[in-house]
């Protein structure tokens, strides 16, 4: 399996930001094609010390890298990335993507 985490950063307005996201921005990226799982943080995202500036965490699951690259590139892709960068500039937001293993 791979994943994509995405980390957004606390936007200045929460409460608008949730509205687009939920309302247009995971309609979208659930059409994406291999989208296997997707889920996002419940409550506040906490660190152990100090304070971090996370407003939730997405993660997707995908069967792999290949097909999350896949994903990405097609206009499903294109269209959630377009609309991602309106919900939250490129510095408010960190997105990673690893394949994962059982251990």
Do not use: N, W
Request: hydrophobic share 45%; with cysteine.
């Amino acid at each position: 399996m791979a994943l994509m985490t995405v980390i957004y950063r606390k936007p200045e307005d929460p409460e608008a930001f949730d509205e687009h996201y939920f309302a247009t921005h995971v309609p979208l990226a659930k059409k994406l094609p291999g989208l296997r799982r997707y889920e996002v943080s419940r409550g506040p995202v906490t660190v152990p010390v100090g304070d971090f500036e996370v407003h939730f965490v997405a993660t997707m699951q995908f069967d792999d890298l290949a097909a999350i690259r896949s994903a990405l590139a097609s206009p499903e892709g294109q269209a959630a990335a377009a609309d991602r960068r309106q919900l939250a500039a490129d510095d408010a937001v960190l997105i990673l993507l690893c394949e994962t293993r059982e251990v």
